[in-house]
């Protein structure tokens, strides 16, 4: 025993001397000052703010970054990966078969008794060898016809330090090795609950914070244990009352030599309450001041070039294990072969690949519908037969191969591409000296409605009548984020009934409105238009009903120009996009200027005209000044209209250009029409004899006659894609021909004041302008940019996209 203690000491001693003297990666964003000036400024918005959903949404994005980051480190290591790079690469789906060789070479090597020597200090060669080869699909108890797990039972039953009960626990813990093997888990795991200290709750090592932390990582391997459960919750609330700092770090105020807050301590905390289930995107505890552990792993920039290979290793894996509890996985990630351990998680995470992959198909600007339509089913075939598969398997080694197999599927779907079509003119009939275009039904190129100020009886120009598109508005495929306006109610299905309601959120100020992710959008069979949400706070999912007199995106996206703090505590302005790397508080009341709104993950962020970065959330800020599409039009609340028939409002000014509005009938139309030539409004009754304007100097309909381009257009709002696709339009067009042009196309609702320069969209599909002066209604921008021109007197280019975005 004292050769032990010797040996459990000088390992002691020689960690110590690692972490403080061998790059100091630990220590380096620890002092005393950055610890008190991290609590000052108080590190991320929303955490100072008390708004953990916005954080969370963040984070969420901020956490898969960090995984990529981290695995890429990892990746150029090449043949130096050893076997916990192994590990990360495995639950990134990032290992090749040549990396998983260099792994194993690295295990046969580095491993004491693999090597040919005796069991290492405290079993660490052992874990992470037995982490690796099981990681890389390896029988740790056939290498090379040595028995690993038999000689770390060996250790187990009289282990050489405190230490090397936590780790041989672990390495015991990744699989099912035999009886030997079980009896030596159960007899582990019972003292190290024996040395746990009945007053704190804590495991009191050299270093409390790293000790404990290794310790909630075995038992959360073990929790079918005996009395490891109890262990466990104890440990938690512990760890939250005695270790957890303000700044989302953790450390040892008893021991500030040893216990003081380092990266190497938060990574490892934050790793294990995740395996212990705890939720490490929020705050462990209800103070609007302090921080979510993995944002302050976050803002070490952990796995950054240049920091140690084991800090990345570690970091990444923390990474991996904090999404892979979000997601519903249970327990620890190195606890392979336990029994449905990752099933929830690799089920969430297959099927937000299938809606990344339909995303993809839909906004595929060269296939066609009906190319498009094939590869969406396929992808829903694919998903619901892996789906089947995960559900049945037991175990996580099974669930991981399953979930990488059918990723691995939806990249083989592929869609065709069609040549582009040559664009015919569709036939004509004259009626009363006005030509009158009739679509054809089967158009892969939908010909506009088009609108403009009626100035002559006799015009020659071709025009089209509305026409009817059978298609419905596509539901949402992406997530987003939105708050409620409103009362909403939460289901549990999507029958709503009162004995599936789960929750009634009441109206609340804008400050204080509960926050969703919008997973999807459907019809229920009550005909009811919905969302399947998740609540940002609690982590509820169900569903509710959708549409904007319910929810709002919860982030501006418009062309802000000028905003005012909201929040009774004020924001903070940021060096850094994510929100790190604090400037100055602002408190409430104060207006900012605001350079443009820079898309970050499910969240928005603003930068300001002074560089730095401020969030974009809607509850803590609001936009006074938005650049409008046009200096010549205010938002105006059309007339209601209803299927089939539309009507316009004529402008207050009795001398401006009347206003027009078109609309989509449920009913296919094809009839002559006649002119007029007065200037009180134009009004089309679809499904009736229209009376028809003459349409515009560029005419949308492609002809034999004119050079055709082709222009993307996806339209938004409430955080979902309400419409996207690809239309043809002539040369010349302006991107409101193309907009009326894909309205017809899809069948949506479009309502709109004014013509040419003057033009301002009112209304998409029951989303409308409110009055002048509350900054709702329509945005555009083409290629990412907003122009300072209204739609009418913007020309298009071949190739450009067009994105509509309604603001709430």
């Not at 070039?305 to 904090?322: K, P, R, V």
Request: hydrophobic share 35%; proline share 4%; net charge positive.
């Amino acid at each position: 025993m004292k050769r032990k203690q010797f040996l459990y000491w000088f390992s002691i001693v020689l960690g110590i001397f690692l972490i403080f003297f061998s790059g100091g990666n630990s220590s380096r964003a620890d002092t005393a000052s950055d610890v008190n000036s991290a609590i000052s400024t108080g590190l991320t918005e929303i955490a100072q703010q008390g708004s953990k959903i916005d954080s969370r949404a963040d984070t969420a994005s901020d956490v898969n970054s960090a995984i990529s980051t981290g695995l890429t480190e990892i990746a150029q290591q090449g043949s130096k990966i050893d076997a916990w790079d192994a590990t990360c690469l495995v639950f990134g789906d990032r290992i090749t078969d040549l990396q998983a060789q260099y792994a194993y070479k690295s295990i046969l090597k580095n491993n004491d008794f693999l090597s040919g020597g005796s069991q290492g200090l405290n079993g660490i060669s052992d874990v992470s060898a037995v982490n690796g080869l099981v990681a890389i699909d390896k029988d740790p108890t056939n290498v090379n016809g040595k028995n690993l797990v038999a000689d770390i039972v060996k250790d187990a039953n009289n282990p050489a330090s405190d230490y090397s009960i936590v780790n041989d626990l672990e390495a015991l813990s990744t699989g099912s090795y035999g009886q030997a093997s079980e009896t030596a888990r159960t007899s582990l795991t019972k003292k190290l609950i024996g040395m746990q200290d009945q007053k704190t709750g804590l495991w009191n090592g050299f270093d409390k914070v790293d000790y404990t932390a290794r310790a909630i990582l075995a038992l959360s391997m073990n929790t079918n244990q005996p009395g490891a459960a109890d262990a466990l919750n104890t440990a938690v609330k512990a760890v939250s009352n005695h270790l957890y700092q303000e700044n989302g770090g953790f450390a040892d105020s008893s021991n500030t030599m040893f216990g003081a807050e380092n990266a190497y301590n938060d990574v490892t905390m934050t790793n294990a309450l995740a395996s212990a289930g705890v939720n490490v995107y929020v705050p462990l505890k209800e103070k609007t001041d302090y921080v979510a552990p993995v944002q302050r792993v976050l803002e070490q920039h952990p796995v950054s070039a240049g920091n140690s290979a084991m800090l990345i290793q570690q970091a990444t894996w923390t990474f991996e294990q904090a999404r892979f509890t979000r997601n519903g996985g249970k327990g620890s990630i190195f606890a392979f072969n336990q029994t449905d351990a990752a099933k929830p998680g690799e089920i969430v995470s297959i099927k937000a690949a299938a809606i990344t992959k339909k995303q993809s198909i839909i906004n595929d600007p060269q296939a066609t519908a009906a190319a498009k339509s094939d590869a969406l089913n396929l992808v829903d075939q694919i998903l619901a037969t892996y789906v089947s598969k995960l559900s049945a398997d037991s175990t996580s080694s099974a669930a991981i191969a399953d979930r990488a197999a059918g990723v691995t599927a939806f990249n083989h779907v592929t869609v065709s591409h069609a040549a582009p079509a040559t664009p015919v003119t569709p036939p004509t009939v004259t009626n009363n000296n006005v030509t009158v275009v009739n679509n054809p039904a089967s158009s892969s190129s939908a010909s506009s409605s088009s609108a403009a100020t009626s100035t002559s009886s006799s015009s020659s120009v071709p025009i089209s009548t509305p026409t009817v598109s059978g298609k419905p508005v596509k539901k949402a495929s992406h997530r987003s984020i939105v708050y409620a306006l409103t009362t909403v109610k939460l289901y549990r299905s999507s029958n709503f009934t009162k004995s599936n309601l789960t929750k009634t959120y009441k109206k609340r100020a804008r400050i204080n409105r509960p926050m969703f992710l919008v997973i999807s959008q459907q019809t229920n069979k009550q005909g009811h238009a919905i969302y399947r949400v998740k609540d940002m706070n609690l982590g509820k999912t169900g569903y509710t009903l959708s549409g904007s007199k319910y929810f709002a995106h919860a982030y501006y996206s418009a062309k802000v120009t000028r905003i005012k703090v909201i929040y009774p505590k004020g924001i903070n302005e940021y060096g850094k996009v994510n929100l790190t790397s604090k400037k100055r508080h602002v408190k409430k009341n104060a207006s900012l200027s605001v350079r443009k709104v820079v898309n970050y993950g499910l969240s928005n962020r603003m930068q300001l005209t002074n560089g730095r970065y401020i969030t974009a959330n809607k509850k803590l800020i609001l936009a006074t000044k938005i650049k409008k599409s046009s200096q010549n039009t205010r938002p105006s609340t059309p007339t209601a209209t209803t299927t089939g028939t539309s009507t316009s409002t004529p402008p207050t000014n009795s001398g401006s250009t009347a206003t027009t509005t078109t609309t989509t009938s449920s009913k296919p139309t094809a009839t002559t029409g006649t002119t007029t030539t007065t200037n009180s409004p134009i009004i089309i009754h679809l499904g009736a004899t229209p009376t028809l304007p003459v349409a515009p100097t560029n005419p949308v309909t492609p002809s034999n006659d004119a050079k055709t381009i082709t222009t993307t257009i996806s339209i938004h709002a409430d955080g979902a894609t309400i419409a996207s696709g690809s239309i043809k339009v002539n040369s010349g067009a302006s991107a409101f021909d193309a907009l009326q042009a894909f309205a017809q196309q899809q069948g949506l609702a479009l309502t709109y004041k004014g013509s040419g320069a003057t033009t301002y969209v009112t209304g998409i599909n029951g989303y409308n302008a409110g009055p002048a002066g509350t900054m709702t209604g329509w945005l555009y921008s083409v290629n990412g940019t907003e122009p300072g021109s209204s739609m009418g007197a913007y020309t298009l280019k071949d190739g450009d996209s067009i994105s509509m975005t309604y603001n709430k």
